[in-house]
C-alpha cells in the first residue's frame, strides 16, 4: 500500500513538472495566452506537433527503460535503447522548437504551439535520460576490472 501511494504520488508529481514545464516554454515564447476563435480538427501544424511529440516520448521510454537496464545491468546494459533515445531526443526536440517558433498564435490557434512545446520538454529529457543510459552501459560493474 505504501509502494502503490509512492508511485501515484510520484507520477503526479511528474506530471504536475511537465505541464509546468511546457507552460513556461509557451509563456517564454509569448505565446500563452489562448485564441479568441479556437480552431477545431486536425490542422497541418497539429499534425507536425504531435508526430514530434510522439517521437518525444518514444524516446523518453527508450532512454528510461535502456536507464533501468544499465543501472541493474540487464542484458546488453541499455546501450541499444539509449542510442535510440539520443538519436529520437534531438530530432523531436528541434521540431518542436521550429513549431513553436513559426507559431503566430498561442493555444486553440491550430498551430500546434501546445504539441510543440511538448515535444520540446520530452525531446530534453530523452536527451538527458540517452546521455545518462550511454554513460552508465559504458561503465564495468564492481568487480570486472581490467
Not at 509569448?30 to 511529440?53: C, F, M, Q, Y
Not at 541493474?72 to 546494459?77: K, L, M, T, V, W
Not at 546521455?131 to 570486472?144: D, T
Amino acid at each position: 500500500m505504501k509502494r502503490t501511494f509512492a508511485i501515484v504520488l510520484g507520477c503526479l508529481a511528474a506530471t504536475a513538472l511537465f505541464v509546468g514545464l511546457v507552460h513556461v516554454v509557451l509563456v517564454a515564447a509569448h505565446i500563452s495566452e489562448p485564441a479568441a476563435n479556437t480552431v477545431h480538427g486536425l490542422t497541418l501544424r497539429r499534425l507536425w506537433a504531435t508526430t514530434a511529440a510522439l517521437l518525444a516520448l518514444i524516446g523518453v521510454v527508450s532512454g528510461g527503460m535502456a536507464l533501468y537496464r544499465a543501472v541493474r545491468h540487464i542484458g546488453n546494459h541499455g546501450r541499444g535503447g539509449a542510442i535510440v533515445a539520443l538519436i529520437a531526443g534531438p530530432i523531436a526536440g528541434i521540431n518542436g522548437g521550429l513549431n513553436v517558433a513559426v507559431a503566430t498564435g498561442g493555444p486553440g490557434t491550430g498551430n500546434g504551439v501546445v504539441g510543440g512545446a511538448a515535444a520540446l520538454v520530452l525531446g530534453l529529457i530523452a536527451i538527458a535520460l540517452g546521455g545518462l543510459a550511454l554513460a552508465r552501459s559504458r561503465r564495468l560493474p564492481l568487480g570486472q576490472g581490467a
